[in-house]
């Protein structure tokens, strides 16, 4: 009995997991997007009401454009720390002007300079798939 038991215990707690699982991908937050895409090279539009969150990169590969809207007079924005060591460089394009910015430190950001123009954050992955989810936190400062 106790045997049944214990099968019990661990289909459920599987059970609880794979719900969990489920309802953190199938968010629907346009702050926190999640990426599913068969193509290397994906891209994000970060919502005008949107001050930070999170960017879900299932399957990182290439490259990950995500682009911010100017919609105040001045701002910056940033990436934080991103744990997955599969994203390997980070540019800024402003203006068609590309340059690479490091890497964040664990509990840092990087950031562009203030601006009053569209921002593009090209994240750049590995070129063959080595892990399942890279999650890129981004935050948008009013600098005005």
Same mark, same amino acid.
């Given at each position: 009995?106790?045997?049944?038991?214990? *099968? $019990?215990? %661990?289909?459920?707690?599987?059970?609880?997991?794979?719900? =969990? %699982?489920?309802?953190?991908l199938? @968010?629907?937050? +346009?702050? !926190?997007? &999640?990426?599913?895409?068969?193509?290397?090279?994906? !891209?994000?539009? /970060?919502?005008?009401?949107?001050?930070?969150?999170?960017?879900?990169?299932?399957?990182?590969?290439?490259?990950? !454009?995500?682009?911010?809207?100017? @919609?105040?007079?001045?701002?910056? &924005?940033?990436?934080?720390? /991103?744990?997955? #060591?599969? %994203?390997? #460089? *980070?540019?800024? $394009?402003?203006?068609?002007?590309?340059?690479?910015? +490091?890497?964040?430190? #664990?509990?840092?950001? $990087?950031?562009?300079?203030?601006?009053? #123009? !569209? &921002?593009?954050?090209?994240?750049?992955? +590995?070129r063959k798939?080595? =892990?399942? =989810?890279?999650?890129?936190?981004?935050?948008?400062?009013?600098?005005?």
């Amino acid at each position: 009995m106790e045997g049944i038991q214990s *099968i $019990i215990w %661990v289909s459920l707690f599987l059970l609880l997991n794979v719900i =969990t %699982v489920n309802c953190r991908l199938n @968010t629907t937050d +346009p702050c !926190n997007p &999640v990426l599913f895409s068969k193509r290397p090279e994906r !891209n994000v539009d /970060i919502l005008d009401d949107c001050s930070n969150g999170t960017v879900s990169w299932h399957y990182p590969m290439a490259f990950l !454009n995500i682009f911010f809207t100017a @919609t105040v007079q001045e701002y910056e &924005v940033c990436i934080g720390h /991103i744990a997955d #060591k599969a %994203v390997r #460089k *980070i540019y800024e $394009i402003i203006d068609g002007v590309i340059e690479e910015l +490091p890497l964040p430190a #664990k509990g840092e950001e $990087i950031c562009t300079l203030p601006t009053t #123009k !569209n &921002v593009t954050m090209r994240i750049v992955g +590995p070129r063959k798939f080595t =892990t399942y =989810t890279a999650y890129i936190p981004y935050f948008i400062y009013d600098m005005s």
